[in-house]
């Protein structure tokens, strides 16, 4: 699996990765990013300095509904590959994927399964107790553009700052990460910290807002070039929290 990897890293050249702000490793922090179709997973996993454990829908988990979603979704939605070609194309990378995906120990997402949804709000909440990061791409692809690169985000996932704080009486980190596949650059924006004092629905709103802009502002990051790398040298300092592959 690890030489997978490390060939993957051939069709995705380095992103330049920048920090506007230091990453507290003290505390486990919520990652929300663009999609950006493929090209937002693959970078951040071969390429991002801290590890994490991904949302991943749960269709990618399973070797036959791993088949049946690229082949309806990527095959033939996307890419508009013939009927035999998507079916045979999908059967033979079905299992490989879900190898792959697994590899990234993720949180499964059952988005079109609500009674299992409180599954992927379980584990999400073991992690972060664990002091465990996670990252999440919220983009709703129904919904209206929030700028011209990103998507108004779902807001369900925000109910882990309400559980986690409810389980452990901390306010929890959601970080935004703007990819940019075109400057082939990740950029990392202001924190943002959940207050409970405040209503649910008016402060996830805040937070939900503050993510989508953020991440569309440092999408055209060039006057970043002048922001001090906050993080350059992380992986000298805290080895620990660099994926294992890198």
């Known amino acids: 699996m690890k030489k997978i990897i490390e060939l993957s890293k051939l069709f995705y050249p380095k992103p330049t990765i920048i920090f506007t702000e230091p990453i507290p490793l003290d505390e486990p922090v919520v990652f929300v990013a663009n999609h950006e179709k493929n090209y937002g997973p693959s970078v951040m996993q071969l390429f991002f300095p801290i590890r994490y454990r991904p949302w991943i829908i749960y269709n990618m988990l399973d070797e036959k509904a791993c088949q049946v979603y690229v082949q309806e979704t990527f095959f033939e939605e996307r890419l508009g ?74 807001e369900g996932f925000l109910y882990l700052a309400k559980l986690y704080h409810r389980t452990e009486g901390k306010n929890l980190l959601f970080c935004p990460v703007s990819i940019n596949p075109q400057a082939n650059t990740i950029s990392v924006g202001k924190l943002v910290r959940y207050h409970p004092e405040t209503e649910f629905r008016i402060e996830s709103e805040r937070i939900r807002k503050h993510l989508m802009q953020q991440v569309a502002v440092l999408y055209h990051q060039h006057w970043l070039k002048h922001v001090v790398n906050h993080q350059q040298d992380l992986p000298k300092q805290t080895k620990e929290m660099v994926p294992k592959y890198l």
């Not at 791409?137 to 700028?147: L, M, V």
């Open 81 to 154: 590959w013939p009927l035999w070609i998507s079916e045979v194309t999908s059967r033979l990378i079905a299992s490989t994927l879900v190898r792959l995906m697994k590899f990234t120990n993720p949180v499964p997402v059952y988005r079109e399964k609500p009674e299992q949804i409180i599954e992927t709000f379980r584990q999400s909440i073991t992690a972060l107790k664990a002091g465990e990061n996670l990252l999440i791409f919220p983009e709703n692809p129904n919904a209206e553009d929030y700028s011209l690169e990103v998507k108004q985000f779902f």
